[in-house]
């Protein structure tokens, strides 16, 4: 089992910046693919951004391509999503969560362990 805990949201104007953090625990993340997710309010969970297990590949959605930068840290088992130039409709939802294959999948049903979600809110 995967433990992931998320943290690192919060309120912030629109052209600001956030990190987000996902803390994994019970196992190494090593091996696992890692991605974050969002939902906003009324909306399906969708991929923002995928990394491979030695982060040598990431996989961006066109909405944050540019602006948003995933990482690892496997030392730490921690994964990292920096947003930057936030726009009001990046306000969702954001989900971490853990991929046992070894494949930048952006669908939801690859993703074996998830995190609570922490919320991003930016107004404009």
């Known amino acids: 089992q995967v433990q992931l805990v998320e943290s690192g949201g919060g309120l912030v104007q629109a052209g600001g910046s956030l990190r987000l953090s996902c803390a994994a625990s019970g196992r190494a993340i090593s091996n696992y693919v890692m991605g974050w997710f969002r939902q906003a309010p009324g909306k399906e969970r969708d991929v923002v951004a995928s990394i491979s297990w030695q982060g040598s590949r990431t996989y961006y959605s066109n909405s944050v391509k540019g602006r948003f930068t995933i990482s690892r840290d496997n030392a730490k088992n921690t994964v990292y999503l920096q947003m930057n130039s936030l726009k009001p409709e990046d306000t969702a939802v954001y989900y971490c969560?853990?991929?046992?294959?070894?494949?930048?999948?952006?669908?939801?049903?690859?993703?074996?362990?998830w995190g609570q979600g922490t919320q991003v809110t930016v107004s404009s």
């Open positions: 969560a853990a991929d046992s294959t070894n494949g930048l999948h952006t669908s939801a049903e690859y993703y074996d362990y």
